[in-house]
């Protein structure tokens, strides 16, 4: 038993030895890479007649993305809570808004004991995003409204028995909205 003993220490330290071994050699070479990638790389003066790349254009700004709990305005929270909804996690809707949160966006849902749930998202899109986006919402049976605010699309009337949601697009966010009252809340939508 004690030349077992002796035998698993040594593989240990050897098992160490050669992590840490791992670890020095990856940062070394980690070291070395960024240090060639730092080098400067001659390359062609641009001359009068090149036009820029698109690349090399502007792109659009989008609005930073808020978190749930200071999305809306300090109403829709005191709201929320008289009405004893609570933030819980999103878990899916009749509209799927996950791309939202897949793509950097938020995903918000309120709910207490019944059936009543609010649901919000948002997420920074350019414009040309956006007109992607409106093409998906306009096949799929969305219909553009005035009401709650200009550029509403209101989601298809699928149940009867739910108010329809719908989207927003505004100085570079997109904004989903389970029920069209919601709006008031959204301190980018208000007044329009």
């Known amino acids: ?5 002796e035998q698993m220490g040594v593989q240990r330290k050897m098992r160490s030895f050669v992590r840490t071994g791992s670890v ?3 940062a070394f070479a980690l070291t070395r890479c960024a240090a060639e990638q730092a ?7 641009p001359t009068a007649s090149q036009a820029p790349s698109a690349a090399a254009e502007a792109a ?3 609005a930073e993305t808020p978190e749930c709990a200071t999305a809306l305005a300090a109403a ?3 709201d929320f809570e008289s009405s004893g909804l609570e ?3 999103y878990q899916g809707w009749r509209t ?3 791309f939202m949160a897949d793509d950097g966006g938020i995903t918000c849902t309120w709910q207490g004991q019944g059936d009543v749930v609010v649901i919000f998202g948002q997420l920074a899109l350019t414009a040309a995003e956006w007109e992607s986006r409106k093409a998906e919402l306009n096949a799929t049976g969305y219909l553009k409204e005035a009401t ?3 550029g509403y699309f209101n989601e298809p009337d699928t149940d009867p028995n739910y108010v329809d949601g719908g989207f927003v697009y505004r100085d570079g966010n997109l904004f989903y909205v389970s029920y069209p009252a919601l709006t008031q809340w959204v301190p980018a939508l208000v007044g329009t």
Request: cysteine-free; glycine content about 4%; aromatic content about 6%.
């Open 87 to 89: 933030l819980r996690e």
């Open 60 to 62: 659009e700004p989008v």
């Open 76 to 78: 829709a929270y005191s």
């Open 39 to 45: 080098e400067p790389i001659a390359s062609d003066a």
């Open 24 to 26: 020095l050699l990856l």
């Open 96 to 98: 799927d808004i996950q």
């Open 148 to 150: 709650p605010g200009e």
């Open 1 to 5: 038993m004690r030349r077992y003993d």
